[in-house]
């Protein structure tokens, strides 16, 4: 089945994760992530409080006698730590007619220093702060490139003597300190269209008992939007969460399905497993799942899924270009054990400026003065593009090679291997194009560019023809890049990706998490001039000596290793 072939519009499913959480809305659930507040509610079994699972249980006070306006609101900006029934502490703050209006789960602005607090009335106050992250209600993590100032208006009453907040924008705000307190990431996995590989959408959630329930609401309402048209699920249309939410018992997840799920037939229904199975692995208190539909168990082979890959590995030898030797170098020695197939001698014969090599070993894409090539086992190397303005081609595991132009980020021709031309609609802004890669899982590319603004790198979804053909890019998502010069972009693993720049004061190495937060990593001795992922989220630099670094702990280790191409495998 192709994304086109299922009709999941986003929309239609947002009233299947309304009733598929209700429960956990009558349960006292309290995550200000994956949870719209309007549609049909039913009912579910009541627990009357919700237990911290890893995080921090804050216990905010309420507000305290005779407040001024001023106080009362940074109290009620701070009491937002405590989600404890439905945030009934910070709803103490807000006025009778108010209190329930107020959405605290709309979303989550995470705050970088202290809000400023100005008078603009008798009984309104601003309070400007500037934005460093945002969650969504859906529980997507939005990082701010730059700082954002964001002026939030409220508005007071007195009741009782006592000031009360009459309106109070919805959504919480947090300290960065806070917010990684009580939030955590999980990992939404579906699956690329050939159902070869399991993709993550990351997610945020509160740490509460409830966290299951949100992981398994949000995935059967679908993926982000910006992967829709690029990842399937195996859920049939309109499946949610039956009248009860998602319980643990010694260590198996009970995931009660709606009718609808008897739609699928057994293979799909091991996929829909194995996809909560996934996704539910991030909570410490699951082994595995237990399938029901309406409260009847659903019969599946005892396998543990299908043949699906997550996070596809690579060789632990860095992959290189050296001495006219193609291959995996070994630490330390820095010998380079040779492609086989008569690839090592090719690819070295083509003087290549950067190398990309498939996870089967048998294709190898060359980039160099004359252009780029293709090299397989057994075949002479074929030249599929002449032109010499070009950042280093990539390689998908659908068998095409992906060729885009330096000085037009928006010119980008995916060739089939006997180098028949397919011209991708890219959606990537103006700039100059530095580096362009593909994910390992195929569904996905990382694309860094040189901006008026400095360097700019970017998340961007790949849409296939029925022919399995890339014929466009979807929306770009923006994540943090290095400081400086842009030099170069890499998948590190399924989620992570890191750039490096230059800077006057050396290299600058930044680590992103897609859909999460981000790390400058040390600073590298001398000039750094490529950066490839390896093994086991393994990262590694080529210097301009030819020196090969990686990362190791907190610092680069030189790794003995020599070459005149650090090579990205697939």
């Not at 807000?94 to 209006?101: E, V």
């Not at 980008?412 to 006997?418: D, E, F, R, S, V």
């Amino acid at each position: 089945m192709t994304p086109t072939d299922r009709p999941t519009p986003r929309s239609r499913l947002r009233l299947a994760l309304t009733a598929a959480l209700a429960a956990a809305t009558l349960l006292g659930a309290t995550a200000c992530a994956a949870i719209p507040t309007g549609g049909p509610v039913r009912s579910g079994q009541s627990i009357t409080d919700e237990s911290p699972t890893g995080g921090v249980d804050y216990r905010p006070t309420g507000p305290e006698d005779g407040a001024d306006q001023t106080e009362l609101l940074t109290q009620f900006i701070d009491a937002a730590t405590g989600a404890q029934n439905d945030y009934a502490v910070a709803r103490e703050f807000l006025s009778s007619g108010f209190s329930q209006k107020w959405n605290p789960r709309q979303s989550v602005t995470i705050r970088q220093g202290d809000g400023e607090v100005e008078r603009v009335g008798d009984q309104e106050l601003t309070y400007t702060l500037t934005a460093s992250a945002s969650v969504d209600a859906d529980g997507e993590y939005t990082q701010a490139v730059r700082p954002t100032s964001s002026t939030l208006t409220f508005q007071f009453v007195r009741e009782g003597g006592q000031w009360r907040i009459a309106y109070a924008p919805d959504g919480i705000i947090l300290s960065p300190v806070n917010f990684t307190s009580v939030f955590q990431p999980h990992a939404l996995y579906f699956y690329d269209p050939t159902y070869r590989f399991l993709v993550p959408d990351e997610r945020w959630f509160l740490a509460r008992s409830s966290t299951s329930t949100r992981i398994v609401s949000a995935l059967l309402a679908g993926p982000a939007e910006w992967l829709e048209g690029t990842v399937v699920s195996s859920f049939p249309e309109g499946t949610q969460l039956s009248l009860n939410a998602v319980t643990i018992e010694s260590g198996s997840a009970q995931v009660d399905l709606s009718g609808e799920a008897l739609k699928a037939n057994t293979v799909e229904k091991v996929r829909m497993r194995e996809q909560l199975t996934e996704s539910l692995s991030s909570v410490a208190t699951i082994s595995s799942v237990d399938l029901t539909v309406e409260g009847v168990p659903v019969p599946l082979p005892d396998s543990s899924g299908t043949s699906a890959q997550r996070n596809p590995d690579v060789d632990a030898r860095p992959l290189v270009v050296q001495d006219g030797s193609a291959g995996y170098a070994t630490p330390s020695t820095g010998d380079v054990t040779a492609l086989g197939g008569g690839m090592s001698d090719r690819i070295a014969g083509l003087e290549p400026r950067s190398l990309a090599l498939s996870a089967s070993g048998t294709v190898a894409v060359v980039g160099n003065d004359d252009g780029v090539f293709v090299v397989r086992t057994g075949k002479d190397p074929l030249r599929i593009d002449t032109r010499d303005d070009l950042v280093p081609p990539t390689l998908d595991d659908q068998g095409f090679v992906w060729v885009a132009e330096r000085s037009d980020s928006r010119s980008i021709t995916a060739y089939g291997l006997g180098g028949d031309p397919h011209t991708v609609t890219s959606t990537l802004p103006e700039g100059k194009l530095v580096s362009f890669q593909v994910s390992r899982d195929s569904t996905r590319a990382l694309a860094l560019l040189d901006t008026e603004d400095g360097a700019a790198l970017y998340v961007v979804a790949i849409t296939r023809g029925s022919d399995r053909a890339p014929t466009s890019l979807g929306p770009p998502v923006r994540v943090q890049a290095a400081e400086g010069t842009p030099v170069g972009a890499t998948w590190v693993d399924e989620l992570d990706v890191a750039s490096v720049g230059r800077t006057t004061v050396g290299s600058s190495v930044v680590r992103t998490t897609v859909g999460g937060q981000w790390d400058t990593l040390a600073k590298p001795d001398g000039r750094a001039t490529a950066i490839a992922g390896g093994s086991g989220s393994a990262l590694l630099l080529r210097k301009s000596d030819g020196s090969v670094l990686q990362l190791n702990g907190g610092g680069w280790e030189t790794t003995g290793i020599e070459a005149q191409v650090l090579g990205v495998q697939r």
